[in-house]
């Protein structure tokens, strides 16, 4: 059963334009939302998170959209860059079980020159 | 910023012998260390959840005889894949959560492969 859903396993955008990456989740108690950032063979790399009492986050050219009545979150990358190439994840979590984390599959991101 | 060390970070066993994978947080006390497991292009799957001090708590089909989790101290978790067989190959990583932690810090993943 799988909570946390990126539908899309890959993105290609152009430089300068905006990346919006997707994620749905089926729990309705979930309380915290997280996207990670990942190379191969590396961790993931935190970048931003929203409670689910927010609508939105924003932290430079990163900005997190919940909507919770359609359980949806989304990612906003603008400009996009070419470092920005990688998979990201987004993640959620229930503080009352311990605040472990659920993943979603990952978005691979390519942004092209 | 919090920092986890992970360490190998690439391992090749033979089969049935056991690997120790550590995991240090180096400028904060991680209260909560998560273990997971990462298949070729596929999600992170949470294999257990270890509090300071606590045994582990595993995640349904993870075993934890196989798996064992070791967090002694504040600042070191360790996870030791015994027996190991050719389909225990994996990306392994682990995240810790504990005060000063800027929400969950994630280690930078051990690739093991059983031969």
């Known amino acids: 059963d799988q909570q946390v859903k990126q539908n899309s396993p890959s993105l290609s955008v152009q430089e300068g334009r905006i990346s919006i990456l997707n994620c749905d989740y089926t729990n309705s108690m979930f309380d915290y939302f997280l996207w990670y950032k990942k190379y191969p063979a590396e961790g993931p790399t935190f970048l931003i998170s929203i409670s689910s009492i927010k609508d939105k986050n924003e932290d430079g050219r990163f900005t997190v959209f919940l909507n919770k009545s359609a359980k949806h979150l989304s990612l906003h990358i603008v400009p996009s860059q070419p470092g920005d190439s990688a998979v990201y994840f987004c993640?959620?979590?229930?503080?009352?079980?311990?605040?472990?984390?659920?993943f979603g599959q990952g978005t691979e991101l390519s942004v092209k020159p | 910023g919090a920092v986890v060390s992970q360490h190998p970070s690439r391992v090749i066993c033979k089969s049935g012998t056991s690997v120790k994978i550590e995991c240090r947080s180096l400028?904060?006390?991680?209260?909560?260390m998560f273990w997971y497991r990462q298949f070729p292009k596929k999600s992170l799957m949470l294999m257990a959840t270890?509090?300071?001090?606590?045994?582990?708590?595993?995640e349904q089909g993870v075993e934890k005889d196989k798996f064992l989790i070791n967090h002694a101290s504040l600042t070191l978790s360790t996870l030791t894949v015994t027996s190991a067989h050719p389909e225990d190959s994996s990306f392994y990583i682990c995240?810790?959560?504990?005060?000063?932690?800027?929400?969950?810090?994630f280690g930078s993943g051990t690739r093991l492969t059983v031969v």
């Open positions: 400028d904060f006390q991680a209260t909560t």
């Open positions: 995240s810790a959560f504990g005060q000063g932690a800027r929400g969950y810090t």
């Open positions: 993640a959620a979590s229930l503080y009352n079980q311990g605040g472990k984390l659920i």
């Open positions: 270890s509090n300071e001090g606590s045994k582990a708590t595993y």
